[in-house]
Each structure stands twice: as structure tokens, then as C-alpha cells.
């Protein structure tokens, strides 16, 4: 199963195998590696920018308008 991930929102940046790091797609629904059958690790991009509070602004009144 595919993932479509909206990149301007997704501050992954790659997955890897907790025992032997081999690397896996964030883009794909997977929680352990396949090589080792550990949990895998995301590494997350913590130099993006953070969201602009006008499209906090602009977004639904849900609950999800703090995801981006």
C-alpha cells in the first residue's frame, strides 16, 4: 500500500531498520523492517520551516487543522 504524502507537510524524512539501518520509504505503510523484523526508526527533517500561522488560519475548523 502507497502512501500519498503531501511534501510541503511531511517533515519525515526516511525509515530505518532499528538493528541494522538499513533505509525503507516513508512512503509506504510499514512499521517493521523486513531484513530484521525490528521496529523501524523515522528520522524527521527538524530544520524545516515551521507552518505559517495564516495557513493555521485559513484551514477547516477540525482538529486537523494543526497537522500541517
Known amino acids: 500500500m502507497n502512501l500519498t504524502v503531501a511534501p510541503s507537510l511531511s517533515r519525515i ?3 530505518h531498520c532499528a538493528r ?4 525503507y520509504s516513508p512512503f ?8 530484521c523484523q ?4 523515522a528520522d524527521y527533517d ?3 520551516p ?3 500561522a ?3 488560519d485559513q484551514a477547516d475548523s477540525s482538529m486537523w ?3 500541517a
Open 20 to 23: 541494522c539501518h538499513t533505509p
Open 46 to 48: 527538524l530544520h524545516h
Open 28 to 35: 509506504e505503510l510499514q512499521s517493521v523492517s523486513a531484513c
Open 13 to 15: 524524512h526516511s525509515l
Open 54 to 56: 495564516e495557513a493555521i
Open 50 to 52: 515551521p507552518t505559517p
Open 65 to 67: 487543522r494543526y497537522g
Open 38 to 41: 525490528q521496529p523501524l526508526v
